[in-house]
T-cell receptor, first 113, second 115 residues
Framework: GAGVSQSPRYKVAKRGQDVALRCDPI?????LFWYQQALGQGPEFLTY????????KSGLPSDRFFAERPEGSVSTLKIQRTQQEDSAVYLC???????????FGQGTRLTVV | GESVGLHLPTLSVQEGDNSIINCAYS??????FIWYKQESGKGPQFIID?????DKRQGQRVTVLLNKTVKHLSLQIAATQPGDSAVYFC??????????????FGKGTHLIIQP
């Protein structure tokens, strides 16, 4: 596609519910990043993939967060047993190589009620 | 709707004036820096980047200055337009040697263009 595509754009989840957020990176982009952006804050790094390999997951806030990219293209960020503090915009970014600039999707706004 | 600029430092300039947005970065080993623009409800949009072996880079109406001595980055926008109103984030990347790293973002500045 022309840009990074994320779905859904908005998600409301009840506390305790599991959610799955999807990211379609730019075709051919090797690197894929997930970020979490709380209201009024800058994005914070969650995890990074190079092709299908998850090379860095140091930013995942708890073991309730899990990300995968099984075929090296589409990625899914899963949050189990959502909590209110998980409410944020989840941004996905991709780049052709890790040391080149990353293009961001529009994000998924998750609200946990 | 919710604003991405809520609680952020704000810079208000007159349309047509130049604006300067400043950023202090955290790691002296960072080797790559990017300025992003973010409008409400959208993801960050690339504006301009600079590598640590440079101290200045110019784009269309934008200039980025890098001062590694004091770990300071600035974004200059010439002849501001209403469409420049947004939140601006600086981001740094520093190599850890243990794999790839994501970007570390600054707190952001909300730029408001007054008509």
């Amino acid at each position: 596609g022309a840009g990074v595509s994320q779905s859904p754009r908005y998600k409301v989840a009840k506390r305790g519910q599991d959610v799955a957020l999807r990211c379609d990176p730019i075709s051919g982009h090797v690197s894929l990043f997930w970020y979490q952006q709380a209201l009024g804050q800058g994005p914070e790094f969650l995890t990074y993939f190079q092709n299908e390999a998850q090379l860095d997951k140091s930013g995942l806030p708890s073991d309730r967060f899990f990300a995968e990219r099984p075929e090296g293209s589409v990625s899914t960020l899963k949050i189990q047993r959502t909590q209110q503090e998980d409410s944020a915009v989840y941004l996905c970014a991709s780049s052709l190589k890790v040391d080149l600039l990353a293009f961001f999707g529009q994000g998924t706004r998750l609200t946990v009620v | 709707g919710e604003s991405v600029g809520l609680h952020l430092p704000t810079l208000s300039v007159q349309e047509g004036d130049n604006s300067i947005i400043n950023c202090a970065y955290s790691n002296s080993a960072s080797d790559y820096f990017i300025w992003y623009k973010q409008e409400s409800g959208k993801g960050p949009q690339f504006i301009i980047d600079i590598r640590s072996n440079m101290d200045k880079r110019q784009g269309q109406r934008v200039t980025v200055l890098l001062n590694k001595t004091v770990k300071h980055l600035s974004l200059q926008i010439a002849a501001t337009q209403p469409g420049d109103s947004a939140v601006y984030f600086c981001a740094e990347r520093y190599p850890s040697g243990g794999g790839a790293d994501g970007l570390t973002f600054g707190k952001g500045t909300h730029l408001i263009i007054q008509p």
